[in-house]
């Protein structure tokens, strides 16, 4: 084995493909953190909506996250490259492509995620803020949220890694990712065992880093 390779390459790699500064529309990093924000925010208000009590609400809500949880990301991502410019007469960069499909794709499961903490809060605590004075947007600002989203942690950081993972499929579009720049240096290099060795390695250190900040967010949150 010659690792030789991830030095030379190592800036490529790293700056281009991980952080997302370089030549090329890219970086795992700057796709992933805009999508997993603006997809929690987007996924808050589908999870809101699936309990709305309007049929006008809820059924359309209900409709996109079974839709959206029915087709693969990867189909997402086409519709958004090839039918949105034709509808539009507008080309999209890749960039925007790929954040606009993942927030969408992602929004329909953490929209679930949302819904599900929201139901795990007990009813107790909904009548007894309406008890205080509290209207049903501060209850729900001030009291179910934050019980919810503690209980939600678990799964939304399983979510997020798998979103962390997820740019890599944008590269079908031409996106240079983490896993594309190393597909780029192997083509010159011809080194795949220590190239995919070392971005495995990066993917890991990422994702365990944030198992191990949600498991210390969820001690600090829960009650003693």
Same mark, same amino acid.
């Given at each position: 084995?010659?690792?030789?390779? +991830?030095?030379?390459?190592?800036?490529?790699?790293?700056?281009?493909?991980?952080?997302?500064?370089?030549?090329?529309?890219?970086?795992?990093?700057?796709?992933?953190?805009?999508?997993?924000?603006?997809?929690?925010?987007?996924?808050?208000?589908?999870?809101?909506?699936?309990?709305?009590?309007?049929?006008?609400?809820?059924?359309?809500?209900?409709?996109?996250?079974?839709?959206?949880?029915?087709?693969?990301?990867?189909?997402?991502?086409?519709?958004?490259?090839?039918?949105?410019?034709?509808?539009?007469? +507008?080309?999209?960069?890749?960039?925007?492509?790929?954040?606009?499909?993942?927030?969408?794709?992602?929004?329909?499961?953490?929209?679930?995620?949302?819904?599900?903490?929201?139901?795990?809060?007990?009813?107790?605590?909904?009548?007894?803020?309406?008890?205080?004075?509290?209207?049903?947007?501060?209850?729900?600002?001030?009291?179910?949220?934050?019980?919810?989203?503690?209980?939600?942690?678990?799964?939304? +950081?399983?979510?997020? *890694?798998?979103?962390?993972?997820?740019?890599?499929?944008?590269? *079908?579009?031409?996106?240079?990712?983490?896993?594309?720049?190393?597909? *780029?240096?192997?083509?010159?290099?011809?080194?795949?065992?220590?190239?995919?060795?070392?971005?495995?390695? +990066?993917?890991?250190?990422?994702?365990?880093?944030?198992?191990?900040?949600?498991?210390?967010?969820?001690?600090?949150?829960?009650?003693?």
């Amino acid at each position: 084995m010659d690792f030789s390779v +991830v030095v030379r390459n190592l800036d490529f790699l790293i700056l281009q493909g991980l952080l997302g500064f370089g030549n090329f529309v890219g970086g795992t990093l700057r796709l992933a953190i805009p999508a997993i924000v603006l997809g929690f925010v987007l996924g808050i208000f589908v999870g809101l909506g699936r309990l709305a009590r309007s049929p006008w609400i809820r059924i359309p809500a209900t409709v996109y996250v079974e839709f959206f949880r029915g087709v693969p990301l990867v189909m997402v991502i086409f519709w958004f490259w090839f039918i949105i410019p034709v509808l539009l007469r +507008v080309a999209l960069p890749e960039y925007g492509v790929a954040l606009t499909a993942f927030v969408v794709f992602e929004a329909a499961y953490l929209g679930e995620i949302v819904r599900a903490g929201i139901q795990s809060v007990p009813r107790g605590q909904m009548e007894a803020a309406t008890a205080t004075g509290l209207t049903q947007t501060q209850t729900m600002l001030y009291v179910i949220l934050p019980q919810a989203l503690r209980n939600m942690i678990p799964a939304l +950081v399983t979510q997020f *890694i798998v979103l962390f993972k997820d740019p890599s499929l944008a590269s *079908i579009i031409g996106y240079v990712d983490l896993t594309k720049a190393a597909q *780029i240096v192997n083509n010159r290099e011809i080194r795949p065992f220590e190239l995919y060795l070392f971005i495995a390695v +990066v993917y890991w250190l990422c994702t365990y880093s944030m198992s191990l900040y949600a498991r210390y967010l969820e001690k600090r949150l829960t009650p003693a």
